[in-house]
């Protein structure tokens, strides 16, 4: 079972950029998957990558903005955030999971058992 940490997060201007980390203690898993939560809301996906491959799926809200990418040296998942704007302040948690890679980008909750705590982005108008 990974142990997560997530750093990264901040306090940005609508149309800057925030790159998160995600570093694992252990690497017994094929998916990191980040997910974001707003205050009232559902988590939702944002991105996700096949750690064997590194294939990538993004949710549309943040496809063409968002890049997820690993260092597998590093036990490390990135999420290059850019044209950030205030819909995507959240508190974003990147997840471990092992499941088909057919089914990574769908972003089911139920497919991870690792969380990290998260790190809070915030993003101003």
């Known amino acids: 079972r990974a142990h997560l940490t997530e750093s990264g997060g901040g306090s940005v201007q609508a149309g800057g950029s925030l790159r998160l980390s995600c570093i694992a203690s252990e690497y017994d898993f094929n998916c990191i998957t980040w997910f974001r939560q707003a205050p009232g809301r559902e988590r939702e996906g944002v991105a996700a990558i096949y750690t064997i491959d590194g294939s990538t799926y993004y949710d549309a809200s943040v496809e063409g903005r968002f890049t997820i990418s690993r260092d597998l040296a590093k036990n490390t998942v990135y999420l290059q955030m850019n044209t950030l704007g205030p819909e995507d302040t959240a508190m974003y948690y990147c997840?471990?999971?092992?499941?088909?890679?057919?089914?990574?980008?769908?972003?089911?909750?139920?497919?991870?058992?690792?969380w990290g705590q998260g790190t809070q982005v915030t993003v101003l108008p």
């Open positions: 997840a471990a999971g092992t499941l088909p890679k057919t089914v990574v980008g769908r972003f089911r909750l139920a497919a991870f058992t690792d």
